[in-house]
């Protein structure tokens, strides 16, 4: 299967201030997905973006299918916006990567 | 986007012992899942659950292990069996909307066995 790599692994920063975590991938996928998992463990969807790019409020995401990436940007960081951000990707069933933990501090 | 119910939200077991976790879908779906997600790490899927047959479990999931039931399109259980501590975990029922393929989660249930 293919293999998910996402990076920083932890990200801390001061409310207001943006962030950008990308996801790598080993293989071309046909279906790639970002979540936000909160720090009482629901997990949101919050894209499904196998290419292009997709805005949703203060988040957008970018997907780059022919080179295997893709951004998620956070913009005017919240505290509410503190947990782990997963990307998911696959050719046939959704592989998750190792996360990236966000802290916004007030 | 689908409401879907999982419960138990949380429970503590005896080593040995089995638990089955229920999750109930608000519409009809075609594909319903479950995945785990063990203390700190990502989530690895367990098993696709099959509407009226057997289950199709990823590599390291058995059936004797992890049976699966999916009486109908809203419905689905997951047992987890013979429990031993290894086996705390986040357990976490998923379904794709019949629209695309974005995937929705059940709210999960954290497993603890003593």
């Known amino acids: 299967g293919i293999q998910v790599e996402q990076s920083p692994p932890d990200l801390i920063l001061q409310e207001g201030a943006n962030s950008t975590l990308r996801c790598n991938f080993s293989?071309?996928?046909?279906?790639l997905q970002w979540f936000h998992q909160n720090p009482w463990g629901q997990l949101i969807n919050l894209f499904y973006?196998?290419?292009g790019t997709k805005q949703n409020g203060r988040l957008s995401a970018t997907t780059v299918a022919t080179e295997r990436y893709s951004l998620l940007y956070i913009s005017s960081s919240q505290t509410t916006d503190s947990g782990v951000y997963f990307c998911a990707g696959s050719a046939r069933q959704l592989t998750f990567g190792s996360g990236t933990q966000l802290t916004v501090l007030p | 986007s689908a409401v879907i119910s999982q419960k138990p939200s949380r429970d503590i077991c005896q080593r040995g012992t089995s638990l089955t976790i229920q999750c109930q879908v608000d519409?009809?779906?075609?594909?319903m899942f479950w995945y785990r997600q063990q203390p700190g790490q990502s989530l690895t899927l367990i098993a696709t659950?099959?509407?009226?047959?057997?289950?199709?479990?990823e590599s390291g999931f058995v059936i004797d292990k992890f049976p699966i039931s999916r009486p109908n399109l809203t419905f689905s259980t997951l047992t987890v069996s013979n429990m031993s501590p290894e086996d705390s975990s986040i357990y976490l029922c998923?379904?794709?909307?019949?629209?695309?393929?974005?995937?929705?989660f059940g709210s999960g249930t954290q497993l603890s066995v003593l």
């Open positions: 519409s009809q779906v075609t594909m």
């Open positions: 293989d071309s996928v046909n279906n």
């Open positions: 659950a099959n509407q009226g047959s057997e289950a199709t479990y």
């Open positions: 998923s379904v794709e909307t019949r629209e695309g393929e974005k995937l929705f």
């Open positions: 973006i196998p290419s």
